[in-house]
């Protein structure tokens, strides 16, 4: 069993940065990977970006060069740092759990993913 809970999400102005976290307990976050994923009012969910068990990353094309998923081993957290921030990425961010046994990659499908927190608001305004 794992319990993610997402916080750093807020309101900020187009071009700016924001650094989402996923705090983890229940299991240590190096055993399994980290996706974060959106989902805008009106449009499905979709994948922003995944850490795997061994530290490889990989990012949805939109948000590629402007977002950076990380992990703290230490802390039992993975972050996501938004910089660039457009309207567009507007959204309630996600972070989900998958036990599997993938070790050196990760998956951007959502069925996938084990264990989900309730979601952080970022909304990008002027």
């Known amino acids: 069993q794992v319990q993610l809970v997402e916080s750093g999400g807020g309101l900020v102005q187009p071009g700016g940065s924001l650094r989402l976290s996923c705090a983890a307990s229940?299991?240590?976050?190096?055993?399994?990977?980290t996706g974060w994923f959106r989902q805008a009012p009106g449009k499905e969910r979709e994948f922003v970006a995944a850490?795997?068990?061994?530290?490889?990353?990989r990012y949805a094309d939109s948000v590629k060069g402007r977002f950076t998923i990380s992990r703290d081993n230490a802390d039992n957290t993975v972050y996501l740092l938004m910089s660039g921030l457009k309207f567009e990425d507007t959204a309630v961010y996600y972070c989900?759990?998958?036990?599997?046994?993938?070790?050196?990659?990760?998956?951007?499908?959502?069925?996938?993913?084990?264990?989900w927190g309730r979601g952080t608001q970022v909304t990008v305004s002027s």
């Open positions: 989900a759990a998958e036990m599997g046994t993938r070790y050196y990659s990760s998956t951007r499908n959502a069925d996938e993913y084990d264990y």
């Open positions: 229940g299991r240590t976050s190096s055993d399994y990977a």
């Open positions: 850490i795997s068990r061994s530290g490889n990353t």
